[in-house]
């Protein structure tokens, strides 16, 4: 029997369209799933009055924008007006905004409605989301493992079926690394791609929302929902309509494709590629050349990338805003780089932001000969609960990019780039491949993905989907 988390968001989407499904009947089932999977740490404030209310009243609307009927969630790094917002921080663990961002504003004009606050990493500042405030974020095929971050919870909801589909935040991989981890569709926008941002912006454009879906046909769908969402209409709408879900199709002729293991950490840190992540590499390589696109090696080599994100990502702690007694409850991570963020000095905060731009321009005319650029999504397979705990700041960092070192200069050089599950390991748990595109590029990373999907086949989900 068909169950309601079953189905796609698009054919979610049809069905509420088509009045096959009432928005309350769709939120309560959810709300349900949310109730009895608690342990799995998705959520960080769960708001189930305010969805039925919004249910209800979607139910006489006389526009249907389109995410209408459909339930999502915020980061909890996105303030919404009357709900707790605590960026994954006990120095917020009392904050209730009075307005919202315009992402949750937007999102409502679109339709959607907001069941709550999906988990995330302290102010959004690591990749693996285990915030003090909360329990962490479980990957819900080894609960004895992380899902990644900073969009853990977001990425956990939609693998274990707790939402259809979520929108996530992306400053260095946010988005990607627990799509990955948890074996779902994950994908980072081009920089300026849409007309509103994540909640809690990073330095340098680093930071864009994106979709995380079960499906890149799904992701196309959210994808179109917040393209389209610029003066916060886009109420005729209809699902299936947009660009970027009709490119989540194989493509009808050849690309180039290039392809490589190279990461700009190499030279700085110890990565290493295992085995698992190497054999869901090699696969979608050969599948893409048995398609017919023209793969070859991108013969990359960068240089100088690390010291110049290192100033990035201090920076980006340094103005999030934290008087002396919030700093005595933030997580040490988070103090140190805060710390070494405000002691940043002009020169060297400039230096870091120039070097950054030059990367970006390195970075784009190198693959500029490709329609798309294929890596590894992650180095190593995920991490264990606690993993990262008791180091000291500086081997925390080497450790999350040990862990994920393709993810972060995409946000540098402000490429889209999509990751999706291609292989399974020897327990059946999903690996995942990166795709990069061109400036402005989503469409044929979507298309492409969906070839991907094709040769690969349906994935098993994990064992809570059944729960």
């Known amino acids: 029997m068909t169950r309601l988390h079953d189905l796609s968001l698009v054919a979610q989407s049809e069905e509420l369209r088509a009045g096959a499904l009432d928005p309350r009947d769709l939120t309560e089932h959810y709300l349900a799933r949310i109730a009895r999977l608690t342990d799995l740490g998705a959520f960080a404030e769960v708001t189930p009055d305010a969805a039925r209310r919004r249910a209800h009243d979607l139910t006489v609307a006389p526009e249907r924008g389109p995410l209408w009927g459909v339930p999502l969630a915020d980061k909890d790094l996105v303030a919404r007006a009357g709900v707790p917002t605590r960026y994954g921080s006990r120095a917020r663990a009392h904050l209730v905004p009075e307005a919202s961002d315009p992402l949750a504003a937007a999102l409502d004009a679109a339709g959607a409605i907001n069941v709550g606050k999906t988990s995330t990493?302290?102010?959004?500042?690591?990749?693996?989301?285990?915030?003090?405030?909360?329990?962490?974020?479980?990957?819900?095929?080894?609960?004895?493992?992380?899902?990644?971050?900073?969009?853990?919870?977001?990425?956990?909801?939609?693998?274990?079926?707790?939402?259809?589909?979520?929108?996530?935040?992306?400053?260095?991989?946010?988005?990607?690394?627990?799509?990955?981890?948890?074996?779902?569709?994950?994908?980072?926008?081009?920089?300026?791609?849409?007309?509103?941002?994540?909640?809690?912006?990073?330095?340098?454009?680093?930071?864009?929302?994106?979709?995380?879906?079960?499906?890149?046909?799904?992701?196309?769908?959210?994808?179109?929902a917040l393209v389209g969402l610029a003066p916060f209409t886009y109420a005729t709408?209809?699902?299936?309509?947009?660009?970027?879900?009709?490119?989540?199709?194989?493509?009808?002729?050849?690309?180039?494709?290039?392809?490589?293991?190279?990461s700009p950490w190499d030279d700085d840190e110890d990565i290493v590629l295992d085995d698992d992540a190497r054999t869901a590499f090699d696969t979608a390589s050969a599948w893409l050349s048995d398609a017919g696109h023209a793969v070859a090696g991108a013969d990359w080599h960068p240089v100088g990338y690390p010291a110049l994100f290192r100033v990035l990502w201090r920076a980006s702690a340094a103005r999030i805003p934290l008087s002396t007694s919030d700093m005595a409850l933030v997580e040490p991570l988070t103090a140190w780089l805060v710390e070494e963020g405000r002691s940043l000095s002009a020169p060297e905060l400039l230096g870091g932001l120039s070097e950054a731009r030059a990367f970006e321009r390195r970075t784009i005319a190198h693959f500029a000969a490709f329609d798309a650029v294929l890596t590894p999504a992650l180095a190593q397979s995920p991490r264990p609960i606690g993993w990262y705990a008791g180091h000291d700041p500086e081997r925390t960092f080497a450790m999350q990019v040990e862990y994920a070192p393709y993810s972060s200069f995409v946000n540098v050089a402000g490429l889209p780039a999509l990751t999706l599950p291609v292989t399974t390991d020897a327990e059946g748990h999903p690996v995942s491949v990166q795709l990069i595109g061109r400036p402005g590029g989503e469409a044929?990373?979507?298309?492409?993905?969906?070839?991907?999907?094709?040769?690969?086949?349906?994935?098993?989900?994990?064992?809570?989907?059944?729960?």
Do not use: N, Y
């Open 121 to 224: 990493s302290e102010f959004g500042l690591t990749g693996f989301t285990e915030p003090l405030i909360h329990g962490p974020a479980r990957d819900p095929w080894r609960l004895s493992a992380g899902a990644g971050g900073s969009s853990g919870g977001a990425a956990v909801a939609v693998a274990a079926g707790l939402l259809p589909a979520a929108v996530g935040s992306d400053g260095g991989g946010s988005i990607r690394i627990p799509s990955a981890t948890v074996g779902v569709v994950g994908l980072k926008p081009s920089r300026g791609r849409l007309p509103i941002g994540s909640g809690f912006d990073s330095p340098d454009g680093l930071a864009v929302a994106g979709p995380i879906a079960r499906t890149v046909q799904d992701a196309g769908l959210l994808l179109d």
């Open 237 to 262: 709408a209809a699902p299936g309509d947009g660009p970027f879900v009709t490119a989540a199709r194989p493509p009808s002729s050849s690309l180039r494709i290039g392809v490589t293991t190279v």
């Open 444 to 467: 044929s990373l979507l298309s492409l993905g969906a070839e991907l999907e094709r040769r690969r086949g349906p994935l098993p989900h994990p064992p809570a989907w059944d729960v």
